[in-house]
């Protein structure tokens, strides 16, 4: 009897010890799947997604509209659309190579969904565990294991190429920091609570770490935690303002006013550029200053150039610049002498105005350009000028030189300034000559007045279409010309003076100048009146002769510099200027002697 109730004993406390210790099993158990970074903040943000609930249930809080942004008028998106906006916000618009990240960032998503009212908190946490886990496998992996289970073969594995991944931390934990700015905005004034709270404190962590960091390998070994922990707070958010379309309509209009102020940016840096490209550098005007108190210090027989009697020579090759800048003629003069085979045979004829004669002048006398003839002469002195071209002029109302400079506009008066002469090259002032040129004078002209490399190629950053700049809506235009002309380039062009006499081309130009002030026919500038005034008059030359965009585009092939026989700073970015680009101005700047004592004293160099 006595050992019949030991073994009852036994068995009701092994019951006992059994319905004790076996819930305190389960539960361990079921904590080691809660991670110590993840268990702390649960806990302490139950009460705070509890209180969210109950505030969100009695409609106390009152959404921000965005007040004080400018919203673009766009299409408002449907519910449906918008649901998943702020949750994917800092996803957006991501390089392939985070295919493996946006994928679980669609399973959090999902998880947030799928759970309902407060209990999707364990859910939030295991998910991002996951995301932890699979962080640590290499991207290429993540991104092949997708590849390969979408078409099945998973024997390819290995075989994908590497990714390459450029800075994506730093602009996830920025578009994270945007986000997080947002969802701020949306508190109710004199709110307090732990989720807005969690949020600030985010923020600072994320700014923090980002700083002025901009690239990953700058970042701290926190930054991923950081993240991660930014990433909980926004998936929080997310689920405590459910309505996103105040939040698209906010980051929208975000967006809207950052595009606007770019824009804004965008042209005040194309005004500081053409207005740079309009002024003249200090270092210049002193040049010219010393050189001109130099001239008039000159008797009057010194101011001759040798070898005059080659001016009308109809037999030498005949070269003219038209400028007002001292130093960019030099070059042009310098490297078409230097390269030259030939150098005895060339003829300079340097045209300017009054006021820059003197200074072109004495930096001739100074630096003579060896066996080559040389020749200044002022726009001033062309009496038959006054009466032709100076009363159009004076009707043009523009601001921009380039545009009413009598020198701009002179080349149209080529055969009368030079009477003498059958043939001549004309150049900018913003041109280096790198191969001899004798060979351009035996070109077949085909009885045509223009030698000009053309720019009607679209795949080439010189493309010009004459629709660009002429206005076909006039009837006058529309009749006259064809708008797919192939345009061409000034810059270097060989002209047949006689043909141009014979063809009476500048009577032409003069009476389409006048019909422009009348009306609107096309854009300022001498390049479209001279399209059509040479119209039909034009023979292609080939793309080795005249290398263009040294000006603009930086982006200029180096073969095509090198094999060039000219080369051409058109643009606002002239090659003396400090917004030059810098990788051209050497072709430009080893012309010049900057030991000069001139250019020495008046601070000029490289």
């Not at 942004?69 to 957006?92: F, M, N, Q």
């Not at 060039?564 to 917004?579: N, Q, R, S």
Request: charged content about 25%; aromatic content about 10%.
């Amino acid at each position: 009897m006595k050992k019949c109730h030991r073994w009852q004993r036994i068995l009701i406390l092994s019951l006992l010890s059994f319905s004790v210790f076996a819930p305190i099993v389960l539960v361990s158990r079921r904590l080691k799947t809660l991670t110590s970074f993840g268990g702390k903040e649960f806990a302490e943000d139950l009460p705070s997604v509890n209180y969210m609930r109950d505030v969100l249930r009695l409609n106390s809080i009152e959404q921000e509209a965005a007040e004080g942004l400018k919203g673009p008028k766009l299409v408002v998106l449907d519910d449906k659309d918008i649901s998943s906006v702020v949750r994917r916000s800092s996803y957006e618009d991501r390089d392939s190579d985070q295919f493996g990240n946006a994928q679980d960032d669609s399973k959090l998503l999902e998880a947030n969904e799928t759970n309902g009212n407060g209990k999707d908190e364990h859910q939030i946490q295991q998910t991002i565990i996951q995301m932890n886990s699979r962080e640590k496998l290499p991207l290429t992996y993540l991104l092949q294991e997708q590849f390969n289970q979408e078409i099945g073969r998973d024997d390819q594995r290995l075989q994908s190429p590497p990714f390459k991944v450029v800075d994506e931390k730093v602009k996830q934990m920025r578009d994270q920091l945007i986000t997080a700015k947002a969802y701020l905005s949306f508190e109710p004034p004199g709110s307090n609570s732990r989720l807005m709270k969690e949020l600030r404190a985010r923020i600072r962590e994320l700014e923090r770490v980002v700083g002025e960091v901009s690239r990953d390998s700058d970042l701290p070994m926190s930054a991923s935690q950081k993240m991660r922990s930014m990433e909980l707070s926004l998936a929080k958010a997310s689920r405590v303002f459910p309505d996103c379309s105040a939040m698209a309509t906010k980051l929208r209009a975000m967006t809207y006013n950052a595009e606007e102020q770019v824009q804004v940016m965008r042209n005040q840096e194309s005004h500081l550029l053409q207005l740079a490209g309009r002024t003249t550098p200090k270092g210049f005007h002193c040049l010219s200053m010393r050189l001109t108190a130099k001239y008039f210090l000159l008797r009057p027989e010194e101011r001759q150039f040798p070898n005059q009697q080659n001016l009308n020579d109809p037999d030498l090759y005949h070269y003219a610049v038209l400028s007002d800048n001292v130093l960019a003629a030099s070059v042009v003069v310098n490297s078409t002498i230097s390269s030259a085979k030939e150098p005895e045979k060339i003829v300079f004829h340097v045209v300017t105005d009054s006021l820059n004669l003197p200074a072109i002048s004495m930096w001739f006398l100074l630096n003579p350009p060896g066996k080559a003839t040389i020749h200044v002469q002022s726009i001033e002195n062309f009496d038959w000028l006054s009466t032709k071209y100076n009363s159009t002029l004076n009707e043009q109302k523009s601001y921009d030189p380039r545009y009413s400079s009598a020198l701009n506009h002179l080349r149209f008066y080529l055969p009368d300034i030079f009477p003498a002469l059958n043939k001549i090259v004309l150049f900018d002032h913003d041109v280096v000559v790198q191969r001899d040129l004798t060979e351009i004078w035996s070109i077949d002209m085909k009885g045509k007045v223009n030698g000009a490399v053309e720019t009607c190629l679209e795949s080439e950053a010189s493309f010009r279409s004459i629709r660009m700049f002429m206005n076909f809506s006039d009837p006058f235009l529309a009749r006259r010309f064809n708008a797919n002309v192939c345009t061409w380039a000034f810059g270097m062009n060989l002209f047949n003076l006689h043909e141009w006499r014979r063809k009476n081309l500048t009577m032409l130009y003069r009476n389409y100048l006048q019909l422009g002030l009348k009306r609107s026919l096309w854009k300022g500038g001498s390049l479209p009146i001279g399209w059509i005034t040479f119209y039909n008059q034009t023979v292609a030359l080939e793309k080795r002769w005249h290398t263009l965009g040294l000006g603009y585009n930086s982006d200029v092939p180096r073969g095509d510099i090198e094999n060039a026989a000219v080369i051409h700073y058109d643009g606002v970015m002239k090659p003396w200027l400090e917004t030059g680009i810098a990788k051209y101005k050497g072709y430009w700047s080893k012309h010049l002697l900057y030991d000069h004592p001139y250019l020495q004293q008046c601070n000029i160099h490289e």
